[in-house]
């Protein structure tokens, strides 16, 4: 079955248009990472149970935040960067390049990025279903949830700037906003690969919280 999420088509997930715990892993024993390796039994069950003691971790994060400050706090973004507007129709933007900022109200997050592409770039966010050996980035203490570990329905509200100069202001974008707000796993820009969005991950310290 196929919806429209901000003016555009998108299909019907069987197991729901928002996060849940039942919906946030898939389970595979294939490496995501190009090395041909097969998990073990151990490691899946190990993995799987912390990737759900994350999941649950962020969750409480979410709960004790205040949506009236995250208010505040993306208003303030907006204003004083003063190049993004907020869209209710991503249809326009196919193959235009820029900013965009995904805001998820339930859980007082955003996510910004760059694409050449913004509707398909945001489109895959929505479809997309986080790989489940790449859900925990960092540790299980303080990894932060992938946005493409969320659904369309989630993504509640949407700002862009179109602008054929991407990647060169993304990490300065991120820097901006109050990194408690942001789902941003690594520094924005242009990264040669696996290794150097490590080094720059962004973890979130939760261990003492809910």
């Known amino acids: 079955m196929m919806i429209k999420h901000f003016g555009v088509t998108i299909k019907q997930k069987p197991d729901g248009m928002k996060a849940t715990r039942d919906n946030y892993i898939k389970i595979s024993s294939k ?8 998990y073990s039994d ?49 249809a326009p933007l196919h193959e235009v390049p820029g900013y965009y900022v995904m805001v998820l109200d339930e859980y007082a997050q ?23 050996d790449r859900l925990i980035f960092g540790n299980k203490d303080n990894s932060v949830l992938s946005i493409d570990s969320f659904r369309a329905h989630d993504n509640t ?10 990647l060169v202001k993304e990490n300065d974008f991120i ?15 242009a990264l040669q690969g696996l290794t150097e969005a490590i080094i720059n991950g962004k973890t979130r310290g939760m261990s003492n919280r809910g």
């Not at 490496?31 to 097969?38: A, L, V």
């Not at 151990?42 to 935040?65: G, P, V």
């Not at 700002?159 to 991407?166: A, L, N, R």
């Open 31 to 38: 490496s995501s990472f190009g090395n041909r390796e097969i």
């Open 42 to 90: 151990e490691y899946i069950k190990r993995h799987t149970e912390n990737c759900l003691y994350n999941y649950d971790l962020n969750m409480n994060y979410f709960d004790s935040l205040s949506k009236e400050d995250f208010n505040e706090e993306l208003v303030k973004f907006i204003n004083e960067t003063k190049v993004f507007e907020e869209i209710t129709d991503l």
């Open 110 to 132: 955003v996510y910004i990025g760059s694409s050449n592409n913004i509707k398909k770039r945001i489109q895959a966010h929505w479809t997309k279903q986080k790989q489940f």
């Open 157 to 166: 509200r949407i700002f862009v700037y179109p602008t054929s100069q991407i």
């Open 175 to 189: 820097n901006q906003f109050n990194d408690k707000y942001y789902l941003n796993r690594t520094k924005g820009g």
